[in-house]
Nanobody, 121 residues
Framework: EVQLVESGGGSVQPGGSLRLSCAAS????????MSWVRQAPGKGPEWVLT????????YYVDSVKGRFTISRDNAKKTLYLQMKDLKHEDTAVYYC??????????????WGQGTQVTVSS
């Protein structure tokens, strides 16, 4: 069974940093693209970043360019999201997702349980 467990969320002030982790199990992690998807209160899910399974090429939404970095450790079957210069609009539940781009957004069966990130003064 596919299992994705996020951790590392919390409350921070604007301009702060946070590092999220996602522990994967139940599938061949190293052969899949992986993504981070977020959902703000009252809004639909938003794709944020994707990392390829082999080349480690990354893709990201413009709003997080220069602030968020996605990375992975295939040996440890772990996905990471390093966030810096956090803004109020980054407040959301962040989900680790198997797959890339919009495929990851719509495939909710392959999301983790999510971890809350709150940015407030």
């Amino acid at each position: 069974e596919v299992q994705l467990v996020e951790s590392g969320g919390g409350s921070v002030q604007p301009g702060g940093s946070l590092r999220l982790s996602c522990a994967a199990s139940g599938f061949a992690f190293g052969t899949f693209y992986m993504s981070w998807v977020r959902q703000a209160p009252g809004k639909g899910p938003e794709w944020v970043l994707t990392i390829k399974s082999n080349t480690y090429s990354t893709y990201y939404v413009d709003s997080v360019k220069g602030r968020f970095t996605i990375s992975r450790d295939n040996a440890k079957k772990t996905l990471y999201l390093q966030m810096k210069d956090l803004k109020h609009e980054d407040t959301a539940v962040y989900y680790c997702a198997r797959g890339g781009g919009q495929f990851a957004v719509v495939s909710r069966d392959y999301w983790g349980q999510g971890t809350q990130v709150t940015v407030s003064s």
